[in-house]
């Protein structure tokens, strides 16, 4: 059991020791004050399951780890507490896509 799961709310899972990111096991809704790592923060972003959650601030440009294993880079500063998601977060491994990027596209091809 890894340690600090002791003084984390028990709606997040710290999946592996060496991980950046804390996982959501429910829905938490924004503005929810909950504690990671003996920390509280305050959610600015909803929650989903399955969504991840900055476990410490994380810098641009460093590895985001999840299972003990690089998932992606952050693509700006991301706080402790704050949702690690695609509008903070790019693929090192396939080319990462937005709701944004597929609208573009689509005006493209129609012109």
């Given at each position: ?15 592996r020791d060496e991980d950046n990111v804390c996982v959501a096991c ?86």
């Amino acid at each position: 059991m890894i340690s600090s799961t002791k003084t984390t709310d028990p709606r997040l899972l710290i999946l592996r020791d060496e991980d950046n990111v804390c996982v959501a096991c429910t829905v938490i809704e924004a503005g929810t004050s909950l504690v990671i790592e003996a920390q509280k923060v305050t959610l600015h972003q909803a929650l989903y399951v399955g969504h991840k959650v900055a476990r410490r601030p994380i810098q641009v440009h460093e590895k985001i780890l999840k299972y003990g294993a690089p998932i992606g880079s952050a693509t700006q500063k991301i706080a402790k507490g704050e949702a690690v998601h695609t509008h903070n977060l790019k693929s090192d491994y396939i080319p990462s896509y937005t709701l944004d990027d597929a609208r573009y596209n689509s005006i493209e091809e129609n012109t």
